[in-house]
């Protein structure tokens, strides 16, 4: 096959999976980024144990919010503590639990995911669902992980509409498998590079001879910047970006990005760390301007066999990979991370809410500047 003839079959391809009409995801448009190849399912469960689960809460154009959680392995978190680490590329944000995690390096709870003004709900339902699970009969403290991004534009976010109920919901109907994406969940208000953004998800696995190792990252996707998609500059293609029409509103760059990063390699709080900061490098892929007021964290964490905290152990002898096998994973997190943004993007359908219509990434015009690049 000539290159031509080549570029012409992936045209009619990506024409052909646009006009099927089904919600879109970044590799039925040809994008894919990086080397790696995806898990099974391309989504953070492809690492085995996690779990996700969300609620959305919408109520006519006024409510559109919601509670994404994401459970990093089975059993008693709180008895079997997880290695972990957050990074902090830009601290205008509500990220609870940060300090413990980087004093111990380990999470003891769910990890949920929600709006600005709805964390001390989501923390209450954390302590309390935790403080129920068998084994915790004596537990005094309770270290809950909760972020969030800003989602008042499309929801009335001082109506604080979520309650500890929803949250508790969310954990219960965790599962495994393929997960939703889009406006759904956290994501269920949230505006990105100015257009519908919301939950999005990918992964990539390591072949056997880089040590088979899976990686998969989940993002809550409300920022700004000029989005760039497959080297294709979309954002400016589309006259939709950051600083566009002197700081006009509806290109403002503020927002900000939750990335949640599981791997089953065995690895301690600090390569996760190392790891963490490389998630970022994803995030600039796609153009983010991570600006003043735009929150970016990263929370990384191993439910790698052998790698679990016992709270009855006095000496620890987890397995632990060595500094120089973790490059495979630093490319592995990146590439991830760039593709879970494009799926929140894709995936995501036009919202009216609260102060007005917020549109999603028109995909025939994404079809036009991507044939057009090839």
Same mark, same amino acid.
């Given at each position: 096959m000539n290159?031509?003839? @080549?570029?012409?079959?992936?045209?009619? =391809?990506? +024409?052909?999976? #646009?006009?099927?009409?089904?919600?879109?995801?970044?590799? %039925?448009?040809?994008? +894919?980024?990086?080397?790696? $190849?995806?898990? #099974?399912?391309?989504?953070?469960? %492809?690492? +085995?144990? #996690?779990?996700?689960?969300?609620?959305?809460?919408? %109520? @006519?154009?006024? =409510?559109?919010?919601?509670?994404? #959680?994401?459970? /990093?392995?089975?059993?008693?978190?709180?008895?079997?503590?997880? /290695?972990?680490?957050i990074h902090v590329a830009n601290g205008?944000?509500?990220?609870?639990?940060?300090?413990?995690?980087?004093?111990?390096?380990?999470?003891?709870?769910?990890?949920?995911?929600?709006?600005?003004?709805?964390?001390?709900? @989501?923390?209450?339902?954390?302590?309390?669902?935790?403080l129920a699970q068998p084994g915790n009969e004596d537990v005094g403290s309770v270290n809950a992980i909760v972020g969030e991004t800003n989602d008042g534009y499309l929801n009335d976010i001082r109506a604080r509409a979520l309650t500890r109920d929803h949250f508790i919901d969310a954990i219960s109907n965790a599962k495994s498998g393929r997960v939703d994406e889009g406006a759904v969940g956290a994501g269920t208000g949230t505006v990105a590079f100015g257009f519908k953004g919301g939950i999005g998800t990918s992964s990539r696995v390591l072949p056997k001879n880089l040590g088979g190792f899976t990686i998969g990252v989940l993002v809550q996707s409300n920022f700004g910047g000029v989005l760039s998609m497959d080297g294709v500059q979309v954002g400016r293609a589309l006259q939709q970006y950051y600083l566009k029409d002197e700081l006009a509103d509806d290109s403002s760059a503020d927002g900000s990005i939750m990335v949640i990063v599981a791997t089953d390699a065995p690895l301690s709080d600090r390569n996760l760390e190392r790891l963490a900061k490389r998630a970022i490098s994803g995030l600039a892929r796609t153009g983010a301007s991570m600006t003043n007021g735009s929150g970016d964290y990263v929370i990384a964490f191993s439910n790698a066999p052998g790698a679990r905290r016992r709270a009855? %152990?006095?000496? $620890?002898?987890?397995?632990?990979? *060595?500094?120089?096998?973790?490059? /495979?994973?630093?490319?592995?997190?990146?590439? *991830?991370?760039?593709?879970?943004?494009?799926?929140?993007?894709?995936?995501?359908?036009?919202?009216?809410?609260? $102060?007005?219509?917020i549109k999603a990434l028109p995909h025939d015009k994404l079809v036009t500047l991507l044939q057009s690049s090839r």
């Open positions: 290159k031509v003839t @080549g570029l012409l079959l992936a045209s009619v =391809i990506i +024409s052909t999976s #646009v006009v099927a009409g089904e919600k879109q995801r970044a590799r %039925d448009f040809g994008i +894919s980024p990086g080397i790696f $190849k995806p898990g #099974v399912l391309n989504a953070i469960t %492809d690492v +085995s144990g #996690v779990r996700v689960g969300q609620i959305t809460v919408q %109520d @006519g154009e006024r =409510i559109n919010t919601g509670v994404t #959680v994401i459970i /990093p392995a089975k059993g008693n978190l709180r008895q079997n503590k997880i /290695p972990a680490a205008y944000g509500k990220l609870t639990g940060l300090s413990q995690v980087q004093e111990l390096g380990e999470i003891e709870t769910p990890i949920a995911l929600t709006n600005t003004l709805n964390v001390a709900e @989501g923390v209450a339902a954390l302590v309390e669902w935790t009855v %152990d006095t000496i $620890k002898t987890n397995p632990e990979l *060595a500094n120089n096998q973790m490059s /495979p994973l630093f490319q592995a997190v990146a590439e *991830a991370t760039e593709e879970a943004i494009y799926n929140s993007l894709l995936q995501a359908e036009d919202v009216t809410g609260f $102060k007005g219509t």
